[in-house]
RNA sequence: CGGAGUGUGGCUCAGCCUGGUAGAGCGCUUGCUUCGGGAGCAAGAGGUCCGGGGUUCAAAUCCCCGCACUCCGACCA
């Protein structure tokens, strides 16, 4: 392409909205504009990346085995009814009525719409298994967008969903979507790790998410720094440590009722009892779809809801409001305790190294210390906090966990039959006898990848592409609009071209540095400059974008040297 | 959803407190010079000052109501 034919409207400055590296970067560099909260164009240079990665999500679909299809972007309510996420999942799920007051609403994924759709056609296990996967546009009504392409509500999604007889057969698929994703981040030249994560609102008891490590991710992740275990903070599980073997019956002690005016958060206890935060055991109180219970760890610590929702087998629960906290506890928040609470009681089990703690009173402005395990009931023990730095690895002995920043560009869920089970999805098996179909689904955010290729490789200059999913192969740079210049260039693009090889040619009447300073920001992996100086002696220049190494190299020789390293077969780089 | 902030040419921002003809830099147009890392000089174009209402002789500026955008928080007893 001719950089005076495209569509190309670099700034000098980056828009004051834009937060982190790769939205500066992408709104400097004529590659995307918002147009509102969450909510962007993709200019040609950004959409040329976009094919580029989608291009090798499908190559890598079809080596898996999976078969690309085309759902509906807007969907009745019924259908999303008979999953019960309509009520579930909340404000995320963009929602509208139709001229009939028929209510619709917008995809943010569609296992809903897959389902149904093999439900209806799928009726034998000789169809069996189905792999399927769209790249499309999707909508989530986010809280707060923000970070450009990283957290938009409009995006685009490959979204896959498969189909097995049974979960011996889902989970074989589920490993070999995995090893797809795999590939597909090495491709797309990605630093990542694949962790451990929790399931949300999609649901499902097998999770991986694919994160690229980057400090501006969103994501906390917790890896070892001694085997492979790597996972999401909303799922680390924690090693037992040494002190928390069962340590048999429980005594009961003498606690001792002390005055705490005022004093509610463990920030605050701590100090006016003087003791410290780790020798107090916070009290919560969660509703639930079996009533409310309580949740204690240490101080210090943190309850995870998905963690405890395992433990109790809860189908759903959220932290109590305060008026719920009143009526359980008969005090205030800020003096919850578990001592003749009588709601079920959940202990995370790091409690059981802890003797003579201090816990809320129940009762305002109180608090009880040399409080004992055996001085209250206790429904059941298990590990029910987040895991943090310096955690001990649950699956090896020596290891430590220690925290990264991640990106997440890709999950992969085992479903099982949540969805097909609800939407009777069934089949008959070889005996004639009618199954359930097992689920997977496997989504990659495309505008998200590509993102986060920024935000790994980038510099002050701009951008700096991985070269499978950059927009060009190569850009082609005249110095000048002197003849014998305009022509070699010309003859460089047209056979660069002719070659296969993906060239912008910047042929723009504009100063070198305006083209060089242009070049750096977008990224393109190669220059190949050629000015007056260079043609006196037969020579261009070839500058490598990373590293900015640049070589000389003979003009009959150019075209052949950059196609035979540039090729665009995605991959094969 | 709660709190805070911002809204002025394409972009970055000043002006607002203390009301009185709407500004700068970058970008854009034209001309001349320049031409290997965001050139110089000169002349230009371009703005419902987010919207609506109010106060006032007079509102970008003060007041009220909206809207949009951004940030922080949204369960921790």
Redesign the pocket.
Known sequence: MRYSQMFI?????????A?VASQKLMM?AGYIR?L???VYSYLPLALRVLRKVEAIVRDEMAKAGADELLLPIVMPAELWKETGRWDYYGKELLRFKDRHERDFCIGPTHEEAITDLVRNAVKSWRDLPKNLFQIQTKFRDE?????GLMRGREFIMKDGYSFDVDEGAAKETYQKMHEAYEKIFTRCGLKFRAVEAGTGTIGGSLSHEFQVLADSGEDAILACDHCKYAANVEKAEIRKGPGTKDQGPRTKSKYKKVITPGK????D?APFLKIKVEQIV?????ETDKGAIAGL?R?D?????DKLKILAGLEWC???E?KT?NTVTGAP????GPVGLNIPVYVDQELSMMENFCV?ANEKDAHLIDVNLGDFKIEKEGDIR?AVEGDGCPRCDKGKLHEHRGIEVGQVFYLGTKYSEAMQAKYLDQNGKEKTMVMGCYGIGIGRTAAAAIEQNHDE?GIVWPAPIAPFQVEVIA???DQEVMDAAEKIYTDLTQAGVEVLYDDRD?????K??????IGIPFYV???????KDKVV?L?TRQS?E?QKIALSDIVQHLSKNCHIVPGTW
């Open positions: 409207p670099t700034l000098r400055e980056a828009p004051s909205d937060e400097r918002k509102a909260a969450g809280i707060r967008p923000r970070f509610k958060g463990v920030e206890v916070k009290t919560l109180i969660f760890v101080g610590h943190n309850i995870k809801e959220h932290l109590a305060e906290v928040s800020g003096y919850s809320g987040a200059k110095l000048n609009r504009e100063r070198a540095g305006v060089f300073a242009d070049a750096d920001l400059v050629i000015g007056s100086r260079g043609l220049e500058k900015g640049i």
